[in-house]
């Protein structure tokens, strides 16, 4: 009798744990309960993985590096292209993979070590965290990017373009649920799991004729959000969020200076 009590005793308490369970609406780890009761799994978008897969064959992420933001001239571009497969013929088209040679002509934030100096300088800026914005480069002391070092005003860098230097769409795209903050090209997925391809299958570039859509971000927005980038030419001068990771830059998106 003892034993059937205790069982029947233990079952019981399962239930009301069950059923209280329920009534706080808890649903299972990696899963949101959105407000229709349906549960949804928050899986990143197709778009997104992608352009993750990109970044990866081309070796588009920086490792231990530094942001900054900065404004430049492109000295000189070389366009290419990348089959992510070893096949002589590839099966999708080929990745873009653009580098090329830009000057910083300066640096509006980030932790340059020109900053302190360029602080007494007319002319400088603060870039409104506390550390001063360097001074405009002034056609003298050009110096060659190194590997650990500080980005210079004036130095001369082989850089790397996250989103092309060709005509481009960016897009970023909203999660299926409230899920972690905005990612960009340059920074760490939090909060999220990322579907990545199977193994040695890599997804072609969404494109909308002959324009590339590259999916860089992914958040809580309202809705899709789009940008189009017109691409760069040798000459142009831009400003864009950059990383510096031994001695080349990556550079994202970026905007066309007048």
């Known amino acids: ?9 233990l079952l019981l308490v399962g239930l ?7 009534q706080e609406g808890k649903t299972p780890t990696g899963y949101s309960q959105p ?16 352009y993750q897969a990109y970044l990866d064959v081309i070796h588009g992420k920086p490792g231990q590096s530094t942001a900054y933001t900065i404004e430049g001239t492109i000295l000189s571009l070389l366009p290419g292209e990348i089959c992510p497969y070893p096949q002589e013929i590839c099966p999708i088209e080929p990745y873009p993979s653009d580098w090329g ?77 409230p899920g972690p903050a905005v990612t960009q090209a340059g920074g760490v997925l939090e909060g999220m799991e990322q579907a990545a391809p199977a ?18 971000q992914v958040g809580n927005f309202p ?16 400003r864009a969020q950059v990383w510096l990771s031994e001695g080349i830059l990556y550079i994202a998106e970026y905007e066309i200076l007048q």
């Open 223 to 238: 809705g899709p959000v789009r940008k189009s980038l017109p691409g760069l030419q040798p000459g142009d001068r831009f």
């Open 16 to 22: 009301l744990c069950l059923t209280a369970c329920q």
């Open 1 to 9: 009798m003892l034993k059937v009590r205790t069982g029947s005793a």
């Open 101 to 177: 040679r830009v000057r910083v002509d300066g640096i509006t934030s980030g932790a340059a070590s020109s900053s302190a100096a360029a602080a007494e300088q007319p002319g400088a800026k603060s870039s409104g965290e506390g550390e001063a914005a360097s001074a405009p480069y002034q056609g003298q002391d050009i110096q060659t990017g190194k590997a650990g070092g500080d980005l210079q005003v004036g130095g001369e860098y082989d850089a790397l373009f996250q989103v092309t230097s060709r005509p481009v769409i960016v897009q970023y795209l909203p999660l299926p649920t």
């Open 35 to 50: 407000p229709g009761g349906e549960i949804i799994d928050q899986q990143l978008p197709p778009e997104y993985e992608a």
């Open 199 to 216: 193994a040695g299958e890599y997804p072609a570039l969404p494109k909308e004729g002959i324009t590339y859509v590259l999916t860089t």
